[in-house]
């Protein structure tokens, strides 16, 4: 069986995103089966360059160009030329590689390019959904909730998950909120966020060269690893810093990573009066990121809530658990899907300074619990969350559309 992936974007471009893409990629391989693999023209502009073709840490990736000439610069016009893009990509892809599904990923674009590529050739396309773009460009500032090009994107996912054979999303959430638009349940299959355990080991000692060199040793580290976005609720966590100083004055939080609320969130640490317990690293190497992670005492995830962070499940507090980590979470839905409070982490009121305070104070004042949680997050993730596991749950999505496919071709040779 090979599957033709079509994404946003890919590897080298570093993401949740792609990272779930090359762990899909890779553990489908594991099974036997054979990918190939589109990216749309996002990945393009985002690189800065078009390049035909090219292969990164073993996996072959073929691009789409950008759109040219004034379409592209034409607001919701130049959307869809991406389509048109991919489509005309396919075109000229499928019969080279010769795929039995068409499988496109996120935003709805992809999808849509896919499904019109699909019906000229007779392929089954799968439609994977990992969030709602328009949930996303609303928290980003690029839409408006329920405004004009919030309803045209939302109409067009809809369209697609109508339009795709078959549909996967990564959660429960997702899951709900695709069958409230009149999608066959049966139609769709949640294959979960997982983590490779054999990349995410149990954290190991300090690297004492690298606490020295950013104030941390002898501290009690706070920390938060990936992107400084809006909806990820950062400030709160320098919001709590006064309060748990004043305890604790050993307390620190380590902030690595990058993003568009990293120039707000340092303003806000020297208006607070806690710059100096506050460590911004920037971003790191992916090479180098355990070295950070082993600084931390306790991880914290404080998303506010909204409905991007209600639906859809990150991968962050996984990666947590996989290395035996401490964890604090707000308690939107996606954590709730996640995280066992009291058990594998714990959970507080989003948005709520005090609550997040109480549970930091509790996890400082009760060292004896730690190694018990440390453990249940791994166990979790090991007995539920690996992706060997999850990616199990593509197999009954595949096998169906290759058998309806079979017996379609077969009642067309018969005609």
């Known amino acids: 069986m090979r599957i033709l992936h079509i994404f946003d974007h890919s590897i080298p471009l570093h993401s949740g995103y792609s990272f779930r893409s090359q762990a899909i990629l890779r553990a489908q391989r594991a099974l036997g089966w054979e990918t190939v693999h589109l990216t749309g023209p996002k990945h393009t502009a985002a690189a800065g360059a078009f390049i035909e073709r090219e292969e990164i840490e073993g996996l072959e990736f073929y691009r789409s160009p950008l759109p040219s000439g004034w379409i592209n610069r034409a607001p919701v016009l130049n959307q869809w030329a991406v389509v048109t893009a991919i489509e005309q990509q396919l075109r000229h892809l499928i019969p080279i590689l010769r795929p039995d599904i068409l499988h496109a990923h996120s935003p709805a674009l992809n999808g849509e390019g896919a499904v019109r590529a699909a019906r000229r050739f007779g392929l089954p396309v799968v439609y994977e959904v990992r969030a709602f773009w328009e949930d996303a460009a609303a928290n980003h500032g690029t839409s408006r909730e329920w405004g004009a090009r919030y309803r045209l994107v939302r109409a067009l996912e809809s369209r697609v998950l109508r339009r795709a054979d078959g549909v996967v999303t990564i959660c429960q959430g997702l899951r709900d909120e695709i069958v409230s638009r009149g999608i066959e349940p049966n139609k769709i299959?949640?294959?979960?966020?997982?983590?490779?355990?054999?990349?995410?080991?149990?954290?190991?000692?300090?690297?004492?060269?690298?606490?020295?060199?950013?104030?941390?040793?002898?501290?009690?580290?706070?920390?938060?690893?990936?992107?400084?976005?809006?909806?990820?609720?950062?400030?709160?966590?320098?919001?709590?810093?006064?309060?748990?100083?004043?305890?604790?004055?050993?307390?620190?939080?380590?902030?690595?990573?990058?993003?568009?609320?990293?120039?707000?969130?340092?303003?806000?640490?020297?208006?607070?009066?806690?710059?100096?317990?506050?460590?911004?690293?920037?971003?790191?190497?992916?090479?180098?990121?355990?070295?950070?992670?082993?600084?931390?005492?306790?991880?914290?995830?404080?998303?506010?809530?909204?409905?991007?962070?209600?639906?859809?499940?990150?991968?962050?507090?996984?990666?947590?658990?996989?290395?035996g980590k401490l964890l604090i979470a707000s308690d939107v839905g996606g954590h709730r899907e996640l995280i066992d409070d009291g058990a594998t982490g714990s959970l507080f009121k989003a948005g709520d300074v005090t609550s997040l305070e109480e549970a930091i104070v509790w996890l400082f004042e009760h060292p004896e619990c730690w190694d018990e949680r440390r453990a249940a997050g791994r166990a979790f993730v090991e007995s539920e969350r690996t992706w060997a596991g999850s990616i199990q749950n593509y197999v009954p999505v595949y096998t169906r559309l290759m058998e309806r496919n079979k017996c379609q071709r077969a009642r067309q040779a018969s005609l």
Request: glycine share 8%; charged share 20%; proline share 6%.
């Open 189 to 323: 299959a949640v294959v979960p966020n997982a983590v490779d355990t054999e990349r995410f080991q149990l954290s190991g000692q300090a690297d004492i060269e690298l606490q020295r060199s950013l104030g941390l040793e002898g501290k009690r580290v706070l920390g938060f690893l990936g992107s400084f976005y809006d909806y990820e609720g950062l400030r709160l966590l320098l919001q709590v810093l006064p309060g748990l100083l004043k305890r604790y004055p050993d307390t620190r939080v380590l902030l690595t990573g990058g993003g568009p609320q990293a120039e707000a969130l340092h303003a806000l640490a020297h208006q607070l009066g806690v710059a100096d317990a506050v460590v911004f690293t920037g971003r790191v190497p992916n090479s180098d990121v355990q070295r950070y992670y082993d600084l931390v005492d306790i991880l914290v995830y404080p998303r506010e809530k909204m409905r991007l962070t209600d639906l859809v499940t990150p991968l962050k507090p996984l990666e947590a658990m996989a290395q």
